[in-house]
């Protein structure tokens, strides 16, 4: 696919279509994210696919859990602060404030699509160590685009969420992953559901104009 067009296609699914993912497109895939840089060639990453059986007892679990209200516990919040600056703050409030997407009856439809892990047919899970430096979090961020954008070149939709790590034990669990490594992010990798109420653009989130975050001095 043409480069600027994988880069456009880059969107927030939340439902996916029952339809498998090939394994040897998704090695395929994690392969070349694996020439994403990192500091030192450091590599931190390692990557958890979940499908199948075992995909659906870590739905059931998850959904039950959501649905019980019961609180996530992120791997990431414990490493790093939690305190936004009002930078971020603002964007995040700016979306939720003038997008009717998270409001009135869609609220229920976002919830539902997080709760039920999009009805994804593969998550994968990216972890660092836990002994790890802030370094290494920007490392896995690259890895994890490099990852998307490759995945999207395949005709895949792609959904990072921290919803899929609201608890980390359950993820330990189904993914064995070990207990010193962080899990920092999920990603549902799988075919978009193009009837879905969730996924119908109300709107794009949009981003902010260019001249508010970049700066150039000569
Ligand atoms: C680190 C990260 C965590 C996210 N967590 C969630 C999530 O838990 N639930 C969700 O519905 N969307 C989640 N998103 C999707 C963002 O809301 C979405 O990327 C953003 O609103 C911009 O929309 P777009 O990707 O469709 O352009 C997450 C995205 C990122 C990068």
Known sequence: MDFKRVFKSERATRKFT??????????????QAQYSPSLLNSQPWRIYAVMGDKLAALRKEHEA???????????????????????????????GA???????KRLALFNKANNTMFNAQCVLYLTIPKES?????FDLGIFA???MLGAINEGLATMPAHSLVSYPDLVRKYA????????????????????AEVNKPIYYPERLP?????????
């Open 210 to 218: 260019l001249d508010r975050i970049y700066k150039v001095s000569k």
């Open 133 to 137: 430096p802030a370094w290494s979090v």
């Open 176 to 195: 064995g992953i070990p207990e010193n490594e962080s899990v920092g992010m999920g990603i549902a990798v799988g075919y978009l559901d193009r009837a």
């Open 18 to 31: 029952n339809r498998k993912v090939n394994e040897e497109i998704l090695a395929d895939i994690i392969r």
């Open 65 to 95: 859990r959501s649905l019980e209200g019961i609180k996530p516990d992120e791997d990431f919040a414990t490493m790093l602060s939690l305190e936004w600056d009002t930078f971020p703050s603002q964007n995040m409030a700016t979306m």
């Open 145 to 147: 685009q490099t990852l």
């Open 98 to 104: 003038s997008q009717s997407y998270f409001y009135h």
